[in-house]
T-cell receptor
Framework: AQSVTQLGSHVSVSEGALVLLRCNYSSSVPPYLFWYVQYPNQGLQLLLKYTSAATLVKGINDFEAEFKKSETSFHLTKPSAHMSDAAEYFCAVSDQGFQKLVFGTGTRLLVSP | DAGITQSPRHKVTETGTPVTLRCHQTENHRYMYWYRQDPGHGLRLIHYSYGVKDTDKGEVSDGYSVSRSKTEDFLLTLESATSSQTSVYFC????????????FGQGTRLTVV
């Protein structure tokens, strides 16, 4: 069965600093991997997805993630944090056969001025 | 935004009463999902549907049932609500089983007292 581990329930950065949110997955088959963002009192919005094409995936709002099979990781990065990036971020995995998403527990990103 | 409407958005109910949450989509997507979101657990799949009258259980299906009599509507029923079912419930839709984005509704906050 697939699973996802997100290291750090909270990450704090200063505005303009690098954002790094960590995600490790476990899957018995080649996975699809996703990062979603959730703003307060809203649903989830897709940031980016990996579907076995390029290992470096670019998403919206300058976020990107790199699929590293050897490390079973799919970490999310952004070169320069904005105040508007403050939100909760979820990593998710699904088998290539069917999109039943399995989510991590989430990481709340705090951005200080 | 994808056309997904969840109703009600907020509900308080008493232990032991039945509750039905509705998800309505205008995208004509085949796949629909119900998740619950709880602190420290991320989102967990309750039930999903892969077509009209075709549904299956997810990770945390005990105490829940679903029905899909039309493409656009996916109902989640708590047969006899318990305090452990206090949560935020999200509906999601996707066009196909593979490689496509899942779109999420705004969520329903359910409190069982």
């Amino acid at each position: 069965a697939q699973s996802v581990t997100q290291l750090g329930s909270h990450v704090s950065v200063s505005e303009g600093a690098l954002v790094l949110l960590r995600c490790n997955y476990s899957s018995s088959v080649p996975p699809y991997l996703f990062w979603y963002v959730q703003y307060p009192n809203q649903g989830l919005q897709l940031l980016l997805k990996y579907t076995s094409a390029a290992t470096l995936v670019k998403g919206i709002n300058d976020f990107e993630a790199e699929f590293k099979k050897s490390e079973t990781s799919f970490h999310l990065t952004k070169p320069s944090a904005h105040m508007s990036d403050a939100a909760e971020y979820f990593c998710a995995v699904s088998d290539q056969g069917f999109q039943k998403l399995v989510f991590g527990t989430g990481t709340r990103l705090l951005v200080s001025p | 935004d994808a056309g997904i409407t969840q109703s009600p958005r907020h509900k308080v109910t008493e232990t032991g009463t039945p509750v039905t949450l509705r998800c309505h989509q205008t995208e004509n997507h085949r796949y629909m999902y119900w998740y619950r979101q709880d602190p420290g657990h991320g989102l967990r799949l309750i039930h999903y549907s892969y077509g009209v009258k075709d549904t299956d259980k997810g990770e945390v299906s005990d105490g829940y049932s679903v029905s899909r009599s039309k493409t656009e509507d996916f109902l989640l029923t708590l047969e006899s609500a318990t305090s452990s079912q206090t949560s935020v419930y999200f509906c999601a839709i996707s066009e196909s089983a593979q490689n496509t984005e899942a779109f999420f509704g705004q969520g329903t906050r359910l409190t069982v007292v």
